[in-house]
Every structure is written in structure tokens, then in C-alpha cells.
């Protein structure tokens, strides 16, 4: 091996379940390289089969895993997409550049569109900890200008997927939600559909209250459906009431609402972007 080249280890997937984050684990005896070369640096790079990954690295002495051997949390070996077994680099990183757009929202100062979209970007990849989202949630609320939210709202809905619909018209319906009981959406979308139009209805979980729409229709029906699922149901009956989340439309959004839900954090800028992306 290239005295340059970055140390590799073997995958190991780890049952541990580390909610978003992208958690890597090495023994303090690993053959591969002195842990001590990490001091300092809270992430680590991964790359392998042309795939990359950024994650925290813990270090741990129980003999969880090998001293080849690299392990990877149940969300990072998700994501990474490699075989247990298959060789991976590992090299320290830096935190995301965007983070710098982070610091100077905290300091006051208003985005550009780009800095915002790439704040989403690595928020939607999974870059950031949930310490990182606070942080831009919170600089977030203190202010935001018109501009900022029309980039914010821009940013997260070209993060997820955007489904085109063959119809001359396709209607929507969204409100602010949060009123425990208020369930307009249950209602006036299968008005609609039965009228004719196609209304493929995605809702958010609960934020602050146990008031999802999501949440509520889960009682009565399925609302995980996967894209091609929620196409079948809309060609079928026209409309639907699915979790957004699922199909990926805004990405982004989920994550935020994650970090916004303990730290009962529901700004309205937050809300806009997430209703309209």
C-alpha cells in the first residue's frame, strides 16, 4: 500500500441504530493505524466501491469489532451501500464547508440563495449532526428575510424527488397544522377526488402536538407508500393521503422537523418552505 493512501479496513455492520447520524466504529488497537491520528477530528471520511460517506468515529476498547476491521452503524452501512466485508478507506475530514454559512447566520448576516442550497445539501446527505441542525434552526428563527425563505423553499424541494403528473390539472391542499382534531385535509381531499381531480395529498408527522395528518391517517390506513405505490392509488381513486417523507419529496424537511420536534421549534419561516417545497 501507498504510504499516502488512506488506511482500509474491512466493513463490519454493527445492529446499533444511530437514528441520522452516520456512526463509524474501530478499535483503539486496529492494525490499520493509530486511533491518536484522529485526535481532534470528530468525522471521518469513508470510500469505497466509488461510494462516500461521512461519519462520527468513536473508538472503543470491548472488541465490538476487529482490528481490521471497520464498523459501521445500521444507518451508515444503509447509506454507504457496500458488503460486509469489502475493504473501505478511512481518512480524518473536516466539517462541511457549508457550516461556515452556519457561523455567519448565528453572527447575524443574511444568505445568499447558493449558500442556503448548500446547507440543504448537506443537511440532506446526512453531513451534519443533530447539534449542526440546531444550530441552523435556531440562527434561522431569530430572522429570516423574504429572500432567504424563497431560497429555502427552493432548495428543499430540489433535494427530493419531483414526481410529474400526466393530467391536465393536479390540485394540492396543505395548512399549517398543529391543531389537535383539525382534520380538514381527510375530508376535503376525498371531496375532491370523488369530483374528479387528481390530488395526491402528501402530509408531514407531528411537530409539536400529536397532530399530524400523517400521523392520524396511519390509524386508518398505510401511509409509507413508496412512489410507485402512491401513483397506483392515485390512478385509481384519483387523490391520496400519504407521508411525505416516504417518497422522498423534501428530504430535507423530515430531517429538520426531527431536530425541531425536542426542541419544540415551529417558526413559520420553517413552516412555509416546508409546506411549499
Known amino acids: 500500500m501507498d504510504n499516502n493512501s488512506p488506511p482500509r479496513l474491512k466493513i463490519r455492520r454493527i445492529n446499533l441504530d444511530t437514528g441520522r447520524e452516520n456512526v463509524v466504529v474501530i478499535s483503539r488497537r486496529s492494525q490499520a493505524f493509530r486511533p491518536d491520528v484522529f485526535r481532534g477530528f470528530s468525522r471521518v471520511e469513508l470510500r469505497a466501491g466509488g461510494r462516500e460517506l461521512l461519519a462520527t468515529l ?8 476487529g482490528t481490521d476491521e471497520l464498523g459501521l452503524s445500521e444507518p451508515a452501512f444503509r447509506r454507504f451501500g457496500q458488503p460486509v466485508g469489502s475493504l473501505a478507506s478511512v481518512k480524518p475530514t473536516t466539517a462541511p464547508e457549508s457550516l461556515d454559512y452556519v457561523r455567519a447566520k448565528i453572527q447575524g448576516h443574511s444568505l445568499q440563495p447558493g449558500e442556503i442550497s448548500a446547507i440543504i445539501d448537506d443537511i440532506s446527505h446526512y453531513r451534519y449532526s443533530d447539534m449542526e441542525i440546531a444550530a441552523f434552526l435556531i440562527s ?3 430572522f429570516m428575510t423574504s429572500g432567504e425563505l424563497l431560497a429555502l423553499s427552493r ?5 427530493g424527488t419531483q414526481l410529474k403528473w400526466d393530467r ?11 391543531i389537535p382534531g383539525n382534520r380538514t385535509s381527510m375530508v376535503v381531499v376525498p371531496i375532491v377526488a370523488a369530483h374528479g381531480l387528481t390530488i395526491p395529498k402528501t402530509s408531514s408527522r407531528a411537530i409539536t402536538s400529536p397532530a399530524g395528518t400523517a400521523d ?8 409509507d407508500l413508496g412512489v410507485d405505490e402512491m401513483r397506483e392509488v392515485v390512478n385509481a381513486c384519483h387523490g391520496c393521503l400519504v407521508w411525505g417523507g416516504h417518497v422522498n419529496l423534501s428530504p430535507a424537511d423530515d430531517i429538520l422537523i426531527s431536530v425541531e420536534r425536542p426542541l419544540a421549534l415551529d417558526t413559520r419561516e420553517q413552516m412555509v418552505a416546508a409546506l411549499m417545497s
Open 140 to 142: 434561522s428563527a431569530s
Open 155 to 159: 432548495a428543499m424541494a430540489d433535494a
Open 216 to 223: 392520524t391517517m396511519e390509524v386508518l390506513a398505510r401511509v
Open 168 to 178: 391536465p390539472i393536479v390540485v394540492d391542499k396543505h395548512c399549517i397544522g398543529g
Open 58 to 65: 468513536l473508538i472503543t476498547d470491548d472488541g465490538i469489532v
